[in-house]
């Protein structure tokens, strides 16, 4: 189920303005990666290329190649509505639907899939909520709104909704940076189980975080202020963490920058 | 109790007797500005409620003598003579005419307005978004006799082939059978007038809701694969509803008692006519018979019954804003 992703020379622009440039990297399947790196260096807007958020945002434009296993996202043709099924997507701050009970919260995406019998739904969304670890907290208030969780419920929620269409890739920004230690140990613990069945990008500003979950971490950072935002490097998480090739690195992780 | 999608007088006056409204959320303090201003609140609120109460005393104490004598049943006859010792009148041909052409503009100006509003929104490119919003803007301004004016002179000749053509076609239907009325004064065309009238309004309201539609809803819907469409009815929708009833029920409120184009537009049935249920009769609606006879207040009891007539008009009004409070309110717990 899960997919390669292979990025080659991305450049990405808001506008005029270049925010990321020169991107070559790959991730692999049925893994974690994190992205790090000091803010504004282009994280996020790289992590939205991947699904194609990217342009959804006016005068987003993207110039380079990313493959997902031998489909070129970006190649002409291709619906980046059919790519945003394939690679799902959990926000920095919680987002369910807030007219929606939790259990339509789970189902929309399904729903959006054309899945249909209510017997099926039930299953999907109970296997989904079971996945992101929230079943035995919500089983008995399916019915009611999902913005009446806790934050960290809210991100699970989040999480069992971007899971129930199954995607190949998941993609999270920062998404334990709005949650308490418990609920980000919730959240890195469902990581842990689900890269067994997913690619799995995560973007923080938690070093820690980064060094538990991960297995490889890539290094973003800025060559100047105003210049885009580079790919410093990017290897095994221990490496990255214990001897780093790259002295800035080294520095960022140590707390020693700028 | 305190609500938060808008000041509602009706929902903090009658709270428990044991704690003061002010201090309902717990965030009311004892310092002078805050008493100050809290009390200014609650006065403008009392305010509000004695004067609605107090012209729905007016209007009742104005109609019931009237009523009293009258010798037709009010709510079920046609007949409409207000003077001399036998009065009969009554407001079914009002009734019917005035909530049917403004149920017509609602079926036409909601989905219509809705869909402009969209589009603005959603779909058009920024530099057709602006100008298009302001220009709607404008039209919600534009008095209600230059709708009327542009209905008669210009609109009405062009739609008259129409509604020849409808009549001829689908005259088997009751609602739509053919009827002695010649010409646009129908209630079908007032409807019609009525829904250009109040499109504006219902378009700018939505304009603004759906413009407010968070945009981590909006791209949480289309990072599930969701299309355009489907990202708007997950999303923009949902979180625009409240904020089209409320625009609908403005515009409801204004089709009802809309009275200068309705009155210069409208064809009056003579006393004699024979009665017919079709949208293509004439008729008059509550606001155009008072405004036509206004001419008549001569005496206190043909005031009286036009007074009467406005009372109905009053409490139609008022049924429309409780049934939408309603509908808002319902869908409370899953908006906030
Ligand atoms: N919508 C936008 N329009 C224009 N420029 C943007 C937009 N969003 C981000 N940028 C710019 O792109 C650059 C990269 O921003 P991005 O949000 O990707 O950084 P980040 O690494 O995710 O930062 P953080 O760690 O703070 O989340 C920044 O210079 C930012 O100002
Ligand atoms: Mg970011």
Redesign the pocket.
């Known amino acids: 189920m899960a997919k390669r992703i292979d990025v080659s020379d991305l450049n990405v622009y808001?506008?005029a303005?270049k925010?990321?440039e020169g991107v070559t990297m790959t991730v692999e399947p049925r893994s974690v990666t994190a992205?790090i790196?000091?803010?504004?260096?282009?994280?996020?807007?790289?992590?939205?290329t991947l699904n194609r958020m990217h342009e959804v945002?006016p005068?987003?434009r993207v110039e380079g190649k990313v493959m997902l296993d031998d489909q070129d996202l970006y190649a002409s043709g291709v619906d980046p509505v059919a790519v945003r099924r394939t690679v799902g997507m959990v926000f920095?701050r919680p987002n369910p639907f807030p007219t929606m009970s939790i259990y339509d919260n789970v189902a929309a995406g399904l729903k959006l899939n054309g899945l249909k019998g209510k017997k099926k739904l039930d299953d999907v969304v109970e296997k989904s909520l079971k996945g992101a670890n929230l079943w035995n907290e919500v089983k008995d208030r399916l019915n009611k709104p999902g913005a009446g969780l806790s934050g960290g419920q809210q991100q699970r929620l989040c999480i069992a909704r971007a899971i129930a269409v199954e995607p190949q890739v998941l993609l999270m920004?920062?998404p334990c940076s709005a949650l308490d230690p418990i609920s980000t140990l919730a959240i890195e613990d469902l990581i842990g189980e689900l890269k067994s069945k997913y690619t799995i990008v995560i973007?923080t500003?938690n070093m820690q975080q980064a060094a538990r979950v991960s297995d490889r971490t890539a290094f973003?950072n800025?060559a100047a202020t105003g210049k885009?935002?580079q790919l410093v490097e990017v290897d095994d998480t221990q490496r990255i963490f214990n001897n780093p090739s790259v002295k800035a690195t080294e520095d960022y992780i140590s707390g020693r920058f700028g | 109790m305190a609500t938060v999608t808008g000041v509602s007088v009706a929902d903090e006056v009658p709270g428990p007797p044991e704690r003061s409204p002010l201090s309902a959320d717990g965030a009311g303090t004892r310092r002078l500005g805050d008493r100050l201003f809290g009390g200014a609140a609650q006065g403008a609120g009392i305010l509000v409620i004695a004067l609605v109460t107090l012209v729905g005393l007016f209007l009742l104490w104005q109609a019931v003598p009237a009523l009293a004598r009258n010798e037709a049943g009010f709510l079920t006859s046609r007949e409409w003579t207000v003077s001399g010792d036998h009065p009969r009148f009554g407001i079914v041909e009002l009734l019917w005419t005035t909530v049917v052409s403004s149920l017509i503009a609602m079926a036409i100006a909601v989905p219509v307005g809705v869909a402009v509003a969209l589009f603005i929104t959603q779909y058009a490119p920024r530099w057709l978004a602006k100008p298009a919003a302001n220009l709607v803007d404008l039209l919600a301004a534009v008095p209600s006799i230059i709708y009327g004016l542009w209905g008669l002179r210009t609109f009405g000749p062009k739609y008259e082939p129409v509604q020849t053509f409808l009549q001829d076609k689908l005259g088997a239907f009751p609602l739509l059978s053919k009827t002695s009325v010649s010409g646009s004064g129908t209630v079908m065309f007032i409807g019609i007038v009525l829904a250009i009238m109040v499109l504006p309004i219902v378009t700018a309201l939505s304009r603004e809701v759906f413009a407010q539609t968070p945009v981590a809803h909006k791209e949480g819907a289309l990072a599930l694969g969701a299309t355009r469409w489907e990202m708007i009815r997950t999303a923009v929708l949902p979180f625009g509803r409240p904020g089209v009833i409320s625009a609908s029920m403005l515009a409801l409120g204004r089709a009802l008692g809309e009275t200068i184009a309705v009155t210069i537009i409208v064809s009056t049935l003579a006393d004699q006519t024979v009665w017919s249920w079709s949208l293509f009769n004439g008729g008059e609606t509550f606001a155009s018979r008072i405004a036509n006879n206004a001419q008549e207040f001569d005496s206190p009891q043909k005031a009286g019954a036009f007074i009467a007539a406005g009372l109905v008009l009053f409490i139609l009004t008022f049924i429309v804003n409780a049934v939408a409070r309603i509908v808002i309110e319902r869908r409370k717990a899953f908006s906030e």
Do not use: M, N, W
């Not at chain 1, 790196?37 to 939205?48: A, D, E, M, V």
């Open positions: 808001y506008g303005f925010a990321v992205f790196g000091p803010s504004g260096c282009g994280k996020s807007t790289f992590l939205r945002i005068g987003g920095q920004d920062e973007v500003h973003f800025l885009p935002g």
